[in-house]
């Protein structure tokens, strides 16, 4: 028998209800209880024809479960958007409701679905505390109620609201996000009462505005907006400048680690910003670098840079704190100088007296031969003479020399020679006036004098940094030669030495870089959109095509090619294009630009117009 009590424990039999179980049933399940009730359970043992004894226990159900995690999800200037945990069980659905502050007594209800699990609470007082409370309805009855205090928002103004980094024709406005705003009106008036706006999403706090006037006093005002009403206005007064970019930066001077850094003074500006690093195609070769140097600074001497590697340099105005445009240049460092006219003047059986040219930089030379063992000799920037003592006789010496600067050695010039046999006593004179005239990209054009007793000359050239030696003997009367089919903007080492008869006198080395492949002039980015810009250059004679390339895309243009679209950029982000002619298979040199995706004045004025319909 189940018996339900009241709360004083008194039986309610007109509840009771019985329960038949089988004989072989030692547990039972009993539902359809009432919550948070106590219950006498009685159970009797039945006989055939007879009622045993009966054992009796009482005990208590438990409460309906409660909504959990019954929350703020949102506040809004006229309403609360509520949101909970459903509890476990069979749920009719919910009620929620929440008095009026200002009609005491009154209480808003909603009853809402039992798949419901958040709700909006709107037609609210703006900035009002509001005790919300919720119960979950089951069949059975009410769940005990859960309770939150809510309060609307305020309107306010934008705080922190900044307008900085005036150009001559932009100015930046940031601002801390209002919170539950829906969007925001950002104003700007210039001098003459011109006045233009724009509507701006939740998620905006910096807006460029561009398109003023330089040299001007604007005023700029933002207020938040909440659905259909406007929060207070936050004003700011900015002025444009008159002239703020570097409009000439030069480099001049350029070595092998260093170079002389030039630009013209900007007016209002109280410093400047230079930063530099290798470009794309030098990654590695030295790290990027920046340094900020005082308002009346208009030249740098940039030190300590890598050799033979291009770097790019921007330099930007600052306005105290504020960083103004910044004007972009490319310069490429020497490589590290060879050694020239490198020549042996005379030998014996024992001596061979080596002397070569001076080199701009060099801190010492290194003068290196084989003996019975390698032997080397540091001398002075200022020795361009040396003789190999102690040799040995009818003996074939590779002689090296470099140029050191500081703690690096620059390329390895090399040249043999025979020593004389002991009988031997008038050595073959080296070829004087040995010199390099006309060079192009593939050939170059060597003179000399004649040697006496000369019957021919031998010329031969290697690639500076390896590779097969090619030579070609020429007749007694010649005092000139060109070298053909060479590698463009490529190093060689050639020597020239006489002949006589069979025998070969001593070589005159000189070196010599044949020049680059025509680059891409008036390489620039034009009528740049937020999501494209234009690339136009002046046309190459005599190229096969022209290889485009921007971040890890490249591009592959033929000859009659002047200009080109790219779209799908990413709006703010600066782009690196750059531009080879092709030579059939050879690719010339770079030549590169830099633009940041952004909209014109003239497509921002654009746009305004069309949203202030």
């Not at 928002?153 to 024709?169: S, Y």
């Not at 004007?327 to 006219?341: D, E, K, M, Q």
């Given at each position: 028998?189940?018996t339900?009590?009241t709360?004083?424990?008194?039986?309610?039999?007109?509840?009771?209800r019985q329960i038949d179980?089988k004989?072989?049933?030692?547990?039972?399940?009993?539902t359809?209880?009432?919550?948070?009730t106590?219950?006498?359970?009685?159970?009797?043992?039945?006989y055939p024809?007879l009622?045993?004894?009966s054992?009796?226990?009482?005990?208590?159900?438990t409460?309906?479960?409660?909504?959990?995690?019954f929350r703020v999800i949102?506040?809004?200037?006229?309403?609360?958007r509520?949101?909970?945990?459903?509890?476990?069980?069979?749920?009719?659905g919910?009620k929620?409701?929440?008095?009026?502050?200002?009609?005491?007594?009154f209480?808003?209800e909603?009853?809402?679905?039992?798949?419901?699990?958040?709700h909006?609470?709107?037609s609210?007082?703006?900035d009002?505390?509001y005790t919300?409370?919720?119960?979950a309805?089951?069949?059975e009855g009410p769940?005990?109620?859960?309770?939150?205090?809510?309060?609307?928002l305020?309107l306010?103004?934008?705080?922190?609201f900044l307008?900085?980094n005036?150009?001559?024709?932009?100015v930046?406005?940031?601002?801390?996000s209002?919170?539950g705003?829906?969007?925001?009106?950002?104003?700007w008036?210039?001098?003459?009462?011109?006045?233009e706006?724009?509507?701006?999403g939740d998620?905006f706090n910096?807006?460029?505005?561009?398109g003023?006037r330089?040299?001007?006093?604007?005023?700029?005002?933002?207020n938040?907006i909440?659905?259909?009403?406007?929060g207070p206005?936050?004003s700011?007064?900015?002025?444009?400048?008159e002239?703020s970019?570097?409009q000439?930066?030069?480099?001049?001077a350029v070595?092998t680690?260093?170079?002389?850094?030039?630009w013209?003074s900007?007016?209002g500006?109280?410093?400047?910003?230079?930063?530099?690093?290798p470009?794309?195609?030098?990654?590695?070769r030295?790290?990027?670098?920046q340094?900020a140097?005082?308002g009346s600074t208009?030249?740098?001497h940039l030190?300590?840079v890598?050799?033979?590697t291009?770097y790019?340099l921007?330099?930007?105005?600052?306005?105290g704190s504020?960083?103004?445009p910044?004007i972009?240049?490319?310069f490429?460092?020497?490589?590290?100088g060879y050694?020239?006219?490198?020549?042996v003047?005379?030998?014996?059986?024992?001596?061979?007296?080596?002397?070569?040219s001076p080199?701009v930089?060099?801190?010492?030379?290194k003068l290196?031969?084989?003996?019975s063992?390698?032997q080397?000799?540091?001398?002075d920037?200022?020795?361009?003479?040396h003789?190999?003592?102690?040799?040995?006789?009818?003996?074939?010496?590779?002689i090296?020399?470099?140029?050191?600067?500081?703690?690096?050695?620059g390329p390895?010039?090399?040249l043999?020679?025979l020593t004389?046999a002991?009988s031997?006593s008038?050595?073959?004179?080296?070829?004087?006036?040995?010199?390099v005239?006309?060079?192009?990209?593939?050939?170059f054009?060597?003179?000399?004098n004649?040697?006496p007793?000369?019957?021919g000359?031998k010329i031969?050239?290697i690639p500076?940094?390896?590779?097969?030696?090619?030579s070609h003997?020429?007749s007694?009367?010649?005092?000139?030669?060109?070298?053909?089919?060479l590698r463009?903007?490529a190093?060689?080492?050639?020597?020239?030495?006489?002949?006589?008869?069979?025998?070969e006198?001593?070589?005159?080395?000189?070196?010599a870089?044949?020049l680059?492949?025509p680059?891409v002039?008036d390489?620039?980015?034009l009528?740049?959109?937020?999501?494209s810009?234009?690339?136009?250059?002046?046309?190459?004679a005599?190229?096969?095509?022209?290889?485009?390339s921007w971040r890890?895309?490249?591009?592959?243009?033929?000859?009659?090619?002047s200009?080109?679209k790219?779209?799908?950029?990413?709006y703010?982000?600066?782009?690196i294009?750059t531009i080879r002619?092709l030579?059939?298979?050879?690719?010339?040199?770079?030549?590169?630009?830099?633009?940041k995706?952004?909209k014109?004045?003239?497509?921002?004025?654009?746009?305004l117009k069309?949203?202030?319909?």
């Amino acid at each position: 028998l189940v018996t339900p009590l009241t709360s004083r424990g008194h039986f309610l039999p007109q509840q009771q209800r019985q329960i038949d179980l089988k004989s072989d049933v030692s547990t039972a399940l009993v539902t359809d209880l009432s919550p948070n009730t106590d219950y006498s359970f009685t159970v009797y043992a039945i006989y055939p024809n007879l009622i045993g004894d009966s054992v009796t226990i009482t005990t208590q159900t438990t409460l309906l479960p409660q909504v959990s995690n019954f929350r703020v999800i949102e506040e809004g200037l006229f309403s609360l958007r509520l949101g909970w945990t459903p509890p476990l069980g069979k749920l009719s659905g919910f009620k929620i409701f929440i008095p009026r502050s200002n009609r005491p007594g009154f209480t808003y209800e909603q009853l809402l679905p039992g798949d419901t699990s958040s709700h909006v609470i709107d037609s609210l007082e703006e900035d009002k505390k509001y005790t919300v409370n919720i119960y979950a309805v089951f069949p059975e009855g009410p769940s005990k109620p859960v309770s939150i205090v809510g309060k609307t928002l305020k309107l306010i103004p934008v705080h922190q609201f900044l307008v900085q980094n005036a150009t001559t024709d932009t100015v930046q406005a940031r601002w801390a996000s209002v919170k539950g705003a829906s969007g925001y009106r950002l104003t700007w008036a210039s001098p003459d009462d011109h006045i233009e706006n724009i509507n701006l999403g939740d998620n905006f706090n910096f807006y460029m505005i561009q398109g003023l006037r330089p040299g001007s006093e604007h005023t700029v005002t933002i207020n938040p907006i909440f659905g259909d009403i406007e929060g207070p206005v936050t004003s700011a007064k900015v002025k444009t400048l008159e002239s703020s970019a570097v409009q000439t930066l030069k480099v001049a001077a350029v070595t092998t680690s260093s170079a002389i850094i030039s630009w013209n003074s900007v007016p209002g500006g109280t410093g400047y910003r230079l930063a530099w690093g290798p470009t794309p195609e030098f990654t590695g070769r030295d790290r990027p670098r920046q340094l900020a140097l005082n308002g009346s600074t208009t030249e740098y001497h940039l030190k300590n840079v890598a050799y033979d590697t291009e770097y790019v340099l921007t330099l930007y105005v600052l306005f105290g704190s504020l960083v103004g445009p910044g004007i972009t240049a490319t310069f490429r460092t020497s490589p590290l100088g060879y050694v020239s006219n490198f020549k042996v003047t005379s030998y014996t059986s024992t001596s061979i007296d080596v002397e070569w040219s001076p080199i701009v930089g060099a801190t010492e030379y290194k003068l290196s031969w084989n003996d019975s063992s390698p032997q080397s000799r540091y001398l002075d920037r200022s020795v361009l003479f040396h003789r190999l003592e102690d040799l040995n006789p009818q003996s074939t010496y590779t002689i090296n020399i470099c140029a050191v600067y500081g703690n690096s050695e620059g390329p390895d010039i090399s040249l043999s020679q025979l020593t004389a046999a002991v009988s031997d006593s008038e050595p073959i004179q080296a070829v004087r006036g040995v010199k390099v005239g006309d060079i192009g990209v593939n050939f170059f054009t060597l003179s000399w004098n004649k040697a006496p007793r000369a019957s021919g000359y031998k010329i031969s050239w290697i690639p500076f940094l390896g590779g097969d030696e090619r030579s070609h003997v020429v007749s007694a009367a010649s005092t000139t030669f060109t070298i053909r089919n060479l590698r463009e903007s490529a190093a060689y080492k050639i020597q020239v030495s006489s002949m006589v008869a069979n025998r070969e006198g001593s070589p005159v080395l000189v070196t010599a870089r044949t020049l680059d492949l025509p680059k891409v002039n008036d390489f620039a980015a034009l009528n740049t959109t937020d999501s494209s810009t234009v690339l136009n250059w002046t046309r190459v004679a005599g190229v096969s095509g022209y290889l485009l390339s921007w971040r890890h895309i490249s591009e592959t243009l033929g000859p009659g090619f002047s200009s080109y679209k790219i779209s799908d950029l990413l709006y703010g982000r600066t782009y690196i294009f750059t531009i080879r002619p092709l030579y059939g298979e050879v690719e010339g040199p770079i030549s590169a630009v830099y633009q940041k995706i952004c909209k014109t004045s003239l497509q921002i004025f654009r746009i305004l117009k069309i949203l202030s319909k």
